[in-house]
C-alpha cells in the first residue's frame, strides 16, 4: 500500500483529496494547521493526522519527524496548502503580503527541502506542487497570488534538475476556479473611496464566484488527475492543467501572445 502526505488537509480541496486517496486503497499522511480540525477523517482507519503549519520551520521538523517515526516510507507528497489574497497594489496590507508568501510559495518551499532527503535515501518519490492558472497567465487584482504561483512554477522546475539523479519526480498542477470555499476564504483589501478600484473588485469578484459555481465538475476531474499522476509519475518535469478554463486561458496566452491576451483580459474582464 502506498503513502501519501498532503498538506492543508482539514478542508476544501486537501480534504477531497484526502478522502479521494484513502477510498483508492492509499495510507494518507493527513496535515493541518490545526489538529482539532482532525475530526473531519474520524473512523477513517488509513487516514492519519498530523498538525503541520508550513509557514512555520520548527513545525515543519516536528511533523516530519513524527511522520517518519510512523511511517518507514513516503511514496508521494501533495504540496496543496493555500491561501488568496485579492487587492490593489495601492491598497495591499504588509501581514497580508509576507502571509501568502510565506504559505503559498515558502512554505512550499520548506516541506520540500525537509523530505528531500527521505526521498533521496529510499531513492524514489514524489512533488506534485499545486499551483493555478495564476501561474501561467495574469489577471486583475492577482499581483499577489499570480506572484506567489509563477514563483512556485518556477521553483519546481528547478528544483526538478536537481532531483533527476535520485529518481524524484516532481510536477505541477494547474486549474481554475473549483466549487470549494477556497474563493469565500481569500483575504481581500479594504473598501475604497476610489470609485475605480470598487468597479473592479466587484466585477472580478462576480466573474470568480460565477466560474466557481459553474465547475461543479471540476474537483472530480482534479481528485481523478491526482490520482493519475501520482500512480504514474513522470520522470521529467511536467506542468499540468485540468479543466476547461485553464486549457483555454493557457492556450489563448500561447497562440495570441502577451499583446492580444492582454487585449482581451481588458475588453471582456475589465470592460475597457
Given at each position: 500500500?502506498?503513502?501519501?502526505?498532503?498538506?492543508?488537509?482539514?478542508?476544501g480541496?486537501?480534504?477531497?483529496?484526502?478522502?479521494?486517496?484513502?477510498?483508492?486503497?492509499?495510507?494518507?499522511?493527513?496535515?493541518?494547521?490545526?489538529?482539532?480540525?482532525?475530526?473531519?477523517?474520524?473512523?477513517?482507519?488509513?487516514?492519519?493526522?498530523?498538525?503541520?503549519?508550513?509557514?512555520s520551520?520548527?513545525?515543519?521538523?516536528?511533523?516530519?519527524?513524527?511522520?517518519?517515526?510512523?511511517?518507514?516510507?513516503?511514496?508521494?507528497?501533495?504540496?496543496?496548502?493555500g491561501?488568496?489574497?485579492?487587492?490593489?497594489?495601492?491598497?495591499?496590507?504588509?501581514?497580508?503580503?509576507?502571509?501568502?508568501?510565506?504559505?503559498?510559495?515558502?512554505?512550499?518551499?520548506?516541506?520540500?527541502?525537509?523530505?528531500?532527503p527521505?526521498f533521496?535515501?529510499?531513492?524514489?518519490?514524489?512533488?506534485i506542487?499545486?499551483?493555478?492558472?495564476?501561474?501561467?497567465?495574469?489577471l486583475?487584482?492577482?499581483?499577489f497570488?499570480?506572484?506567489?504561483?509563477?514563483?512556485?512554477?518556477?521553483?519546481s522546475?528547478?528544483?526538478?534538475?536537481?532531483?533527476?539523479?535520485f529518481?524524484?519526480?516532481?510536477?505541477?498542477?494547474?486549474?481554475?476556479?473549483?466549487?470549494?470555499?477556497?474563493?469565500?476564504?481569500?483575504?481581500?483589501?479594504?473598501?475604497?473611496?476610489?470609485?475605480?478600484?470598487?468597479?473592479?473588485?466587484?466585477s472580478?469578484?462576480g466573474?470568480?464566484?460565477?466560474k466557481?459555481?459553474?465547475n461543479?465538475?471540476?474537483?472530480?476531474?482534479?481528485?481523478?488527475?491526482?490520482?493519475?499522476?501520482?500512480?504514474?509519475p513522470?520522470?521529467?518535469?511536467?506542468?499540468?492543467?485540468?479543466?476547461?478554463?485553464?486549457?483555454?486561458?493557457?492556450?489563448?496566452r500561447?497562440?495570441?501572445?502577451?499583446?492580444?491576451?492582454?487585449?482581451?483580459i481588458?475588453?471582456?474582464?475589465?470592460?475597457?
Amino acid at each position: 500500500m502506498k503513502t501519501i502526505l498532503i498538506t492543508g488537509a482539514s478542508g476544501g480541496l486537501g480534504k477531497e483529496i484526502a478522502i479521494h486517496f484513502s477510498n483508492s486503497g492509499w495510507n494518507v499522511i493527513a496535515t493541518m494547521i490545526c489538529i482539532k480540525e482532525a475530526t473531519v477523517f474520524e473512523n477513517i482507519s488509513n487516514i492519519k493526522c498530523y498538525e503541520l503549519n508550513v509557514a512555520s520551520q520548527e513545525s515543519i521538523q516536528k511533523a516530519k519527524a513524527q511522520i517518519l517515526s510512523d511511517f518507514q516510507s513516503i511514496d508521494v507528497i501533495i504540496n496543496n496548502a493555500g491561501v488568496g489574497y485579492r487587492s490593489f497594489v495601492e491598497l495591499s496590507e504588509d501581514d497580508k503580503i509576507d502571509g501568502i508568501v510565506k504559505v503559498n510559495y515558502l512554505g512550499v518551499v520548506k516541506v520540500c527541502r525537509a523530505f528531500i532527503p527521505h526521498f533521496r535515501e529510499q531513492n524514489k518519490g514524489q512533488f506534485i506542487n499545486i499551483s493555478s492558472i495564476a501561474g501561467l497567465v495574469n489577471l486583475p487584482l492577482g499581483s499577489f497570488y499570480h506572484s506567489t504561483k509563477k514563483a512556485l512554477e518556477s521553483f519546481s522546475e528547478c528544483m526538478a534538475y536537481e532531483l533527476l539523479d535520485f529518481n524524484i519526480s516532481v510536477c505541477t498542477v494547474q486549474f481554475g476556479n473549483a466549487p470549494t470555499n477556497f474563493q469565500k476564504n481569500i483575504s481581500k483589501c479594504e473598501n475604497s473611496t476610489i470609485e475605480s478600484y470598487n468597479t473592479m473588485m466587484n466585477s472580478i469578484d462576480g466573474i470568480m464566484n460565477r466560474k466557481t459555481t459553474e465547475n461543479h465538475e471540476l474537483t472530480q476531474a482534479i481528485l481523478d488527475k491526482l490520482l493519475k499522476i501520482s500512480e504514474n509519475p513522470s520522470k521529467k518535469f511536467r506542468r499540468y492543467s485540468i479543466g476547461f478554463d485553464a486549457h483555454l486561458m493557457k492556450y489563448l496566452r500561447k497562440i495570441l501572445g502577451y499583446r492580444i491576451f492582454s487585449r482581451v483580459i481588458r475588453r471582456y474582464v475589465l470592460s475597457k
